[in-house]
């Protein structure tokens, strides 16, 4: 295992997911922003500096993604606990997470082999608007009242909207990635 500078970053992203969760369920609002922002810039420096450095590891490639979704999940789920963001958001979210997870873990179990994940569009931008939306309700936790109403309902719609169209379109992939499999082996 080579631990690089761009994964020691992820490591710690993930040694801050706690931190932020202590951070948000005591009150301490702007000490959660703060580690939120400072996770999110990890994750654009990991990155970066796994590029810049041709450093990417295969570590590397299954700590990062699984690093951001943890802390996305963990605000969501903290957040949703209190009503800083809509529930059902929650729900469409986590579900479509362990559909995702289960899936994968699945087509493995009957194939024996590894699908490669690549996030599409519709994921991306599902992305996007789940980080826009702990975003809006951190900071509407900070100031103790909604920043800007609009704004947080469109993209707490758009982000389930694209959460809920994202999972349908990976497992769409998924079925396709079996049933080809099963043809070449058929």
Aim: charged share 10%; aromatic share 10%.
């Amino acid at each position: 295992m080579q631990l690089t500078l761009a994964n020691c970053l992820t490591l710690l992203r993930l040694f801050a997911i706690p931190v932020f969760l202590v951070f948000l369920v005591d009150g301490r609002y702007t000490a959660a922003l703060g580690v939120f922002v400072a996770a999110g810039v990890t994750d654009a420096l990991d990155g970066a500096i796994a590029r810049l450095t041709h450093t990417k590891t295969t570590l590397g490639s299954f700590l990062d993604p699984a690093a951001d979704k943890l802390l996305l999940l963990s605000a969501f789920i903290a957040l949703g606990f209190l009503a800083a963001i809509p529930r059902w958001l929650v729900v469409i979210v986590l579900s479509r997470d362990t559909i995702v997870v289960l899936g994968y873990f699945l087509l493995f179990v009957m194939t024996q082999r590894t699908m490669e994940v690549r996030p599409s569009l519709v994921g991306k931008l599902a992305t996007f608007f789940q980080l826009a939306t702990v975003s809006l309700a951190l900071v509407a936790l900070v100031q103790g009242h909604p920043v800007w109403p609009v704004g947080e309902a469109c993209s707490a719609s758009l982000a389930g909207l694209m959460t809920a169209g994202a999972g349908v379109q990976y497992v769409v992939r998924g079925l396709r990635w079996a049933q080809g499999h099963e043809e070449r082996a058929g």
